[in-house]
Structure formats: structure tokens, C-alpha cells
């Protein structure tokens, strides 16, 4: 019996981002290089937000800073691969939100990828902790699940 968790599905997750791979992506071994699948995690999430009119990365009064991240990979991705992002919220505190991110590769409905990262919304100016204010919670309960 295998401690390793299983990938998650499509079905796991409340929005989704579709994200074409670009020929820099690959490593020397022919598949996408670990760091970009932050970078994937990062612009599903950031990219949602903005869409969603919750974060105004240039004006806006308050911010998300990362704390802390992680990813647990499951298969191979690689340019020129299409990668539809996943996203959900797992957990909506005070002042910080952890986001949850599956990389479905191409038409795959199990997650080559899954990640998490943890913004803590701040003032754009001191950087002190600020709370999720009720539009961006309104927001952001829509991607909670069974919400």
C-alpha cells in the first residue's frame, strides 16, 4: 500500500484557466522545468483575481503576498502542451487566503500537477496585514468548495 496520494480531478476544482506552454518551458530533459509550474500556479490565481476586479496589481490599496507554496507532481507536461489550471480556495482566513491549483495536461481530467500557495493580504504602502475585505471575500467564496 502506497502513502503517496492520488491526483486530483477536474471535478475538484470551481474555475478553470486554460495556459499554452511556450518552447523555454522544457528543461534539458524534454519536459516542463519544475519552476514553471509556479509560474502557472501564480498566473492562474493572479490572472482570476484581476478578471474578477479583486486585485489591482498597479493601485490597488491592498495586496497579496506569497508565504508560503508547495507542489506535488504526478506526470509529465511539455511544449507544446495546452495546461488548464484548476483553482480553488481551501482555506479563507481574516487576512490570508490558501489557494489549491491542479495542471491538467491537454484533455487529461486527472492532475499532472497540484499546488498550493498562500497569499496574506497586506497595505500596498506599509505592508502590514490588512483583512479580506468583503468584495474580494464575496469573490473568493465563490471558488470554496461546496460552498
Known sequence: MSDRPTPSTRSDYREFRAIHTRW??????????????????????NGWLIENGVL???GGE????????????????????????????ARLGT???RY???L????????SAEGFFVHVYV????????PVDDARREVLARLVPNA
Open 24 to 45: 523555454m518551458d522544457n528543461d534539458m530533459y524534454g519536459h516542463m522545468n519544475n519552476v514553471v509550474h509556479y509560474s502557472l500556479f501564480d498566473t492562474a490565481v
Open 56 to 58: 489591482d496589481p498597479h
Open 62 to 89: 491592498t495586496i497579496g503576498l506569497v508565504v508560503e507554496t508547495g507542489c506535488r507532481y504526478f506526470a509529465e507536461m511539455a511544449f507544446p502542451d495546452i495546461v488548464t489550471a484548476g483553482i480553488r480556495v
Open 95 to 97: 487576512s490570508s487566503v
Open 100 to 102: 489549491e491549483i491542479g
Open 104 to 111: 491538467f495536461r491537454n484533455d487529461e481530467d486527472t492532475a
Open 123 to 130: 497595505d500596498a504602502a506599509t505592508r502590514r496585514p490588512a
